[in-house]
């Protein structure tokens, strides 16, 4: 039960988003419903508001996110990766290494205590990554707040990028499940549990995305299920994934980090930086647009770089191919680098 207290402050959470989404939207910004939320989140989460978007809800949106992908890529993700499979773990090993790189940086120069660094700098993961993080001696709650900020800044460097490159004289249609009918949309609904409960059977990373994006595409390419959702429900899934990210952005998390923010800002900019230069460099090597390869190469999230590119004129198909992939590889392969950069650094006190 809500008190009055957080009900008046959801309230005006929820009247703030969508004032300022709508603006985002006016000015022709993709992925305006999932910003806006974000960055009106983070100011209530830094000014002590205390709200947090309970998990079930982040997974609901999720799955709500992974139909909506599966309607965009059907079986294109499976193409693309047999046609240029060897390119694309070129470009997912790139990313996972400039990570990499920037971790070992940051644990040899010491700008991060321990091995905080060579957690909090991997590429995708956040929340796999903090969980693991406690258990190898690092300071959770600085994996987590690096992690967050990355993704936070991902989603705003990536949605700038896509505005300043997308066409807003006649810009691009997203992959909408338009509310037609009332099958469609309990269909869609099913696979989303669906999808969610075999993911987790199988513990698939990312289960509440990864398990409905990848049971929707089959069903939909094949022609087995119709999906729609109404444009409601989509917007709510925007939100809650904006202010999930947003709201771990609290005042004490930030004072408690303020002495090594500079230092993850640093660590933040130059995973992005690299990941954009390889992307500049990625376009001459396989016929996609900048803008495609910046998505694709950007370091996570995959539910945030997946409503950016639906919302853009992105290869939908080729972005989330290198996504997902990365997705996977960085949970296997994260442990062991964080383990491998932190080696002979003292465990976080």
């Known amino acids: 039960m809500l008190s009055p207290r957080s009900l008046g402050l959801w309230t005006a959470l929820v009247a703030a988003s ?33 709200l947090s978007l309970a998990k079930p809800g982040f997974q609901a949106a999720q799955t709500i996110i992974g139909c909506l992908v599966a309607k ?19 470009v997912v090993l790139v990313t ?16 991060l205590p321990g091995s905080t ?12 990554m903090t969980a693991m993080a406690e258990e190898y001696g690092a300071d959770p709650r600085l994996v987590a707040f690096m992690q967050y900020v990355r993704v936070a800044a991902v989603v705003l460097s990536a949605s700038i990028v896509a505005r ?3 066409d807003t ?5 997203g992959a909408a499940l338009p509310d037609t009918e009332f099958l469609p949309v309990l269909a869609t609904l099913a696979v989303a549990g669906a999808g969610f409960f075999l993911a987790r059977l199988m513990r698939l990373p990312a289960s509440a995305l990864v398990g409905p994006m990848i049971l929707g595409a089959v069903l939909h390419a094949t022609g087995i299920v119709s999906m729609a959702m109404p444009d409601l429900v989509l917007d709510l899934a925007y939100a809650c994934i904006g202010w999930y990210v947003g709201l771990r952005f609290t005042a004490q998390t930030v004072r408690e980090t303020m002495a090594a923010l500079p230092g993850i800002l640093i660590a933040t900019l130059a995973v992005i930086l690299m990941c954009g230069g390889w992307a500049f460099g990625l376009t001459f090597l396989l016929p996609v647009d900048f803008l495609t390869a910046f998505l694709a190469t950007s370091p996570g999230g995959l539910d945030s770089v997946a409503i950016i590119a639906v919302g853009s004129k992105a290869d939908v198909s080729f972005v989330l191919a290198v996504q997902t992939l990365r997705l996977f590889v960085v949970l296997i392969t994260g442990p062991f680098l964080a383990k491998w950069i932190a080696r002979g650094v003292p465990a976080d006190r």
């Open 96 to 111: 996972v290494m400039a990570g990499a790189l920037v971790g070992w940086a940051l644990t040899r120069l010491r700008i």
């Open 117 to 128: 660094a060579a957690w909090g700098s991997s590429p995708g993961g956040a929340a796999a």
């Open 18 to 50: 969508a004032a300022f989404a709508y603006s985002l939207t006016l000015a022709r910004f993709p992925a305006a419903l999932l910003l806006g939320p974000m960055l009106v989140a983070i100011a209530f989460g830094v000014g002590g508001a205390n």
């Open 164 to 166: 300043i490159l997308t």
């Open 72 to 90: 965009s890529v059907t079986a294109d993700i499976v193409g693309t990766l047999l046609d240029d499979g060897l390119l694309i773990l070129a």
């Open 169 to 173: 004289a006649n810009p691009a249609k």
